[in-house]
C-alpha cells in the first residue's frame, strides 16, 4: 500500500508540475496577439494626455470611450450596429452562396467553366465600389443598394478560392473513388468538397474584409442607420469621437467575424493534420 501511495503522490506531483509548466506558456500565446494593439492604445492616450496629439484630429481613447458609454445609453448605438450586422451578413449569405455554387460548378464541369468562366473574370475587374452610381439608379437609395454591393464584393473571393480548391483536388484520390464505385454525389461529398475546404475558407475569411469594406463605404453615401451613417452623421458635428468609434466598432466587428471563421475551420478540418493542435 506504501509503494501504491508513493506512486501515485509522484504521479500527482508530475501532473502539477506539467499544468504550471504549460500554463504559463498557454497565457502568453493567448496574450501575445494582443499586445501591439494594446501598446498602440496606450502610446495614443499617452500622446493625447501630455498634448502631442491634438483632441479635434484625433481624440483620445478615453473620450471615444466616454462617446461608447453616450451612444449606448441612448440605444442608438445597439440599434445601429445590429442594422450594419444584418446587411454585412446577408449580403454574405447571397454573394457567398452564388460564389460557392458557381465555383463548384466550373471546378467539376468543363462546360460550365467555358460558359461562365470568362464572363465571370470580367466582371470582376471591375471595382465594385465604382458602379455605385449606377447601383443608385438601379435600385435607390434603400436596402436593396447595400445588398447587391455587399453581395457583389464578396461573391468574387469565394468563388475564385473555391473554383481554385475543387481543382486542386488531388487526381489519385479522385481515381480512387471511382474505382471503388463512388458515385458523382458520394465522390463530391466524400472527396472533392473535404479537399477543398481549406481554399473555401480561405476565400471566406478574405470576403469577410471585403464585406466590411464595401458596407462602411455603401452606409456612409446613402443611409438612415447604421454605423456609416452614426460616422457620417457625426462628422457634420464635428463629432470626432463618434467617428473613431465608429471605425472601432468595424474593427471589432471585422476581427469578431474572422474568429469565427477560423473557428468554424478548426472545427471543419480537425481530420486534417495541419488544423489538429
Known sequence: MAVVELRSSKAELGERRQIQFHLPQLKKVHFVPFLVPILIVLSWQVG?????????????????????WAESSTGDLWRNLGVSAARAFSGLLIGGLIGFLLGVANGVSRLSEQLTDT?????????HLAMIPLVILWFGIGEEAKLFL????VLFPVYLNTYHG???VDPGLLEMGR???MSRWTLFRKVIFPGALPSIFVGLRYALGIMWLTLIVSESIAASSGIGYMANNAREFMMTDVVVLSL????VLGKLADIV?????????????????
Open 150 to 153: 455587399t453581395s457583389l464584393g
Open 261 to 277: 471563421a477560423r473557428a468554424l475551420e478548426r472545427r471543419a478540418l480537425r481530420w486534417n493534420p495541419v488544423y489538429q493542435r
Open 48 to 68: 493625447s494626455s501630455f498634448g502631442l496629439i491634438s483632441d479635434r484630429v484625433m481624440p483620445s481613447p478615453l473620450a471615444v470611450l466616454r462617446a461608447f
Open 179 to 181: 474505382v471503388y464505385g
Open 119 to 127: 464572363t465571370l473574370q470580367m466582371i470582376r475587374t471591375i471595382p
Open 248 to 251: 472601432v466598432l468595424y474593427a
Open 166 to 168: 475543387v481543382r486542386n
